[in-house]
């Protein structure tokens, strides 16, 4: 083993510090000691950038946290206050990457939410961006990639001689909902789960099934025949399930990006 470096990219500082905190603790190491790596990403006025690491990361076992759907984070191009877009932090990462040049004994990319990880498949005449991008992390020497609840677990098929870790958090859900409603009564006659579209469907049958309660789901009827803002629009969500009076109902869905769908079928139940 090497030893232990952890690089918080832009957005995670905060997060970044927890967790280092929580190590020296658990390792019971001298305060003013960190694991952190100081790192930036400094921009041109075009707006181009480059890696930069102040230490060397020869021999280390390197941990790199990137949240790449922070776009609180903003940056200078041509004057102008930008916020960095998905596209950005990712290339950042590489950049990163780029700057330890081979010499870390092992790199490891904690991705909380997966970059692309809508685009996983292919309708058409498409890009499989998720797909491209894990294979990218890979050929840059990446041994190990942990997201959290991946839209589609089997994009690890992409990278099937590396290390993909989709941590689901089941339990964790389970467990905020009895701590923070602590009178709730999980059972069929007092609790449902609610599917928000077909593409939520496993994993709502899966707590169902853990928990035993009813299943239902909303059926999006969408207009195919336009587009707007790059996405058919959807004309009304159709309910398809048991009578839910009386009933507290779970709505989990699959990705949240606008809160649209979510906040109209939560108005409609």
């Given amino acids: 083993y090497g030893e232990l470096c952890i690089i918080g990219m832009r957005g995670c500082e905060a997060f970044t510090a927890e967790v ?28 181009e950038a480059k ?15 990137c949240d790449v759907f922070n776009y609180g984070v903003t940056y200078k191009m041509y004057g102008m206050t930008v916020p960095m877009s998905p596209d950005d932090h990712y290339q950042d990462l590489k950049r990163i990457i780029s700057a330890i040049g081979g010499k870390a004994r092992r790199i490891s990319v904690i ?4 970059y692309e990880g809508r685009q996983h498949k292919r309708s058409g005449r498409e890009s499989l ?56 009564q999980i ?13 939520a469907m496993s994993r709502c049958m899966y707590y169902s099934s853990v928990l035993g309660l009813d299943i239902g789901m909303f059926y999006k009827r969408r207009n195919y025949s ?32 606008s809160g649209e769908s979510m906040i109209d079928v939560c108005r409609q139940l």
């Fill in 20 to 47: 280092d905190n929580y190590i020296k603790d658990w390792r019971r190491h001298v305060e003013d000691e960190t694991y952190i790596a100081q790192a930036d990403c400094p921009r041109f006025g075009s707006g």
């Fill in 187 to 199: 059972d069929k006659d007092h609790m449902a789960i609610i599917s928000p579209d077909e593409g």
């Fill in 226 to 257: 336009i587009v707007v803002n790059g996405r058919n629009p959807i004309e009304a969500h159709e309910y398809l399930g048991q009578d839910l009076h009386g009933k507290d109902a779970i709505v989990v869905d699959d990705m949240i990006s």
């Fill in 51 to 65: 890696g930069l690491i102040h230490e060397s990361m020869r021999g280390r076992d390197v941990y790199i946290i």
């Fill in 129 to 184: 961006d998720c797909a491209l991008m894990l294979q990218e992390l890979v050929h840059m020497g990446v041994s190990n990639i942990l997201t959290f609840d991946a839209h589609d677990q089997r994009i690890c098929n992409a990278i099937p001689l590396s290390g993909f870790d989709n941590v689901q958090p089941t339990y964790q859900m389970i467990k905020a909902l009895v701590r923070a409603i602590p009178d709730v």
């Fill in 111 to 114: 991705m909380p939410m997966l």
